[in-house]
């Protein structure tokens, strides 16, 4: 593999990509729900630019489904 010195901790120099979490997913699984941010191949995505994209994969799925349904 010989990508130890650069994955798997978190510090500075090393890749990482990480999920933002609300609350501590370790009290409570549900808290996996309460995603804040992703750091994504080193650019941020806060949450309202996650809505957003979850917004338009809705729709483009939504018109997909509309137009197979109308053949």
Known sequence: MGQLDRRGTIEVGKTAD???LE????TDI???????AVVLSGKLY???AL???LA???T???SQDAG???K
């Open 30 to 36: 549900h808290n996996t729900r309460l995603i804040q």
């Open 18 to 20: 990480l999920v933002l």
């Open 46 to 48: 806060p949450r309202a």
């Open 60 to 62: 483009l799925t939504s």
């Open 68 to 70: 197979a349904s109308g």
């Open 51 to 53: 809505d957003a994209m």
């Open 23 to 26: 609350k501590d997913p370790l």
């Open 56 to 58: 338009k994969a809705q």
